[in-house]
C-alpha cells in the first residue's frame, strides 16, 4: 500500500546547514521526478518543499497518530 506521506530523518546537510538540521525528522512529498534522480523532494526549515539527495536522509516508519500530529504542525 503506498503512503500519501513519509518521513526521514536528516543524516548530512553539507552546504545546507540553514535548510536541514541533522537527525531531524522531515517530510517528504511523493514526486517521480526527483526520486528518478536519486533525490527526494523533502519540506525544509523553510517550510518549502526543495530536491535533496536521497543519501542525506534515512526514511523512518512513524506511528500514524504521530505522523497525524507532525502533518498538523505548519
Known sequence: MKKDHHF??????????????MFKIYRVIPDAQ???????RVVDEDGEDYWYPKSWFHA???PRSVEQALLAVK
Open 60 to 62: 523512518i516508519e512513524l
Open 34 to 40: 526527483p526520486e528518478s534522480h536519486e533525490y527526494l
Open 8 to 21: 526521514v530523518v536528516c543524516i548530512e546537510n553539507s552546504g545546507y546547514e540553514a535548510s536541514l538540521e
